[in-house]
């Protein structure tokens, strides 16, 4: 049952322009949102999250947005870097529970 | 922040024999660590939750015999593939949090583990 789901799962931008990357989920009990970034051979990092209270949470070029009513969220990277190349994972929980993360989403930044 | 260690982080090994995967939280002391399995352009599964000093919680699917899991200190927890087989081959990855907070999890480098 896949609870979190990101149904891109690739994406290409041109380097400088934005990155925005999907996820959906079904679960109206979550209450925390968190992007992970992955490359190959490697344990994900944090990225940036979010609480169900609010609805935009911003960190230098990343900015989260949550729509819960939709029960959909998207990570935002402006302006995108080659570094920024990898895979993203977005995850989500409930207190106490256990995180659920989507399938991911390889990011490619064309120089 | 946080830095969680794994290790090894490739073993090869023949089908039948008996893989231990070590993680470690290398400047914290963590209450709570997660194991998690990922197969090729899937998600991360969680496996298990490792509480030090007591049993492990196995989620629904994983089999507690043969994916043993030992949190011995507040700084090390060990999964043990036991009697591997092909099917066993994925990239396993743990993670720690500090306290009882879930906002973030600190990840292993994972570990690939290929049985022939």
């Known amino acids: 049952d896949q609870q979190v789901k990101q149904n891109s799962p690739s994406l290409s931008v041109q380097e400088g322009r934005i990155s925005i990357l999907n996820c959906d989920y079904t679960?109206?009990?979550?209450?925390?949102f968190l992007w992970y970034k992955k490359y190959p051979a490697e344990g994900p990092t944090f990225l940036i999250s979010?609480?169900?209270?609010?609805d935009k949470n911003e960190d230098g070029r990343f900015t989260v947005f949550l729509n819960k009513s939709a029960k959909h969220l998207s990570l935002h990277i402006v302006p995108s870097q080659p570094g920024d190349s990898a895979v993203y994972f977005c995850a989500a929980f409930y207190t106490g529970n256990q995180f659920y993360f989507g399938t991911g989403t390889s990011l490619t930044v064309i120089p | 922040g946080a830095v969680v260690s794994q290790h090894p982080s490739w073993v090869i090994c023949k089908s039948g024999t008996s893989v231990k995967i070590e993680c470690r939280s290398l400047d914290f002391q963590a209450t709570t660590m997660f194991w998690y399995r990922q197969f090729p352009k899937q998600s991360l599964m969680l496996m298990a939750t490792s509480n030090e000093g007591s049993k492990a919680t196995y989620e629904q699917g994983v089999e507690k015999d043969k994916f043993l899991i030992n949190h011995a200190s507040l700084t090390l927890s060990t999964l043990t593939v036991t009697s591997a087989h092909p099917e066993d081959s994925s990239f396993y990855i743990c993670s720690a949090i500090t306290g009882t907070s879930f906002n973030e999890q600190f990840f292993g480098p994972g570990t690939r583990l290929t049985v022939l």
């Open positions: 679960n109206s009990m979550f209450d925390y």
């Open positions: 979010i609480s169900s209270i609010k």
